[in-house]
């Protein structure tokens, strides 16, 4: 098996994972969704930046999130122009059902493989996204 079938399998696999991954949402709510439920409140810059998407991105985004009652926005009082985003307990909630339900199908996924093959993919994983932020890429 070369490299091109290896790549092609990997696309493979995370196409069929896709459905696991946003619930209904853009890309970019889910994922500033899982951020702040990791890294806590944040300003819509600092997102944009952490998250690698414009500011007018991540407004967009968080407008829609505050729409839908996952998250709040509030300005700063020392800075009225930064705006300040957290998750609601509604937000919280709802992320930590999507990652519970996420990570279940996951773990029956990885039943079909022995304890074993459970360690060498895990070896072979980390390898690979070392190797990936080595190379500039990010999440």
Same mark, same amino acid.
């Given at each position: 098996m070369g490299p091109e079938r290896l790549a092609e399998d990997l696309l493979t696999l995370a196409r069929k994972l896709r459905p696991l991954r946003h619930h209904g949402m853009t890309p970019q709510q889910y994922w500033l969704l899982r951020h702040l439920r990791r890294s806590g409140p944040r300003s819509i810059g600092e997102l944009a930046d952490e998250l690698g998407v414009t500011t007018g991105s991540a407004t967009m985004a968080c407008k829609r999130l505050e729409k839908d009652g996952l998250v709040v926005r509030e300005r700063q009082a020392d800075d009225e122009r930064? +705006? *300040? +985003?957290?998750?609601?307990? *509604?937000g919280r909630a709802q992320i930590d059902t999507w990652l519970q339900h996420r990570l279940d199908a996951l773990t029956a996924l990885l039943d079909v493989l022995d304890q074993q093959e459970q360690q060498e993919l895990q070896r072979l994983l980390e390898r690979l996204i070392e190797a990936a932020e080595e190379q500039g890429f990010k999440a």
């Open positions: 930064k +705006v *300040q +985003v957290a998750l609601t307990d *509604q």
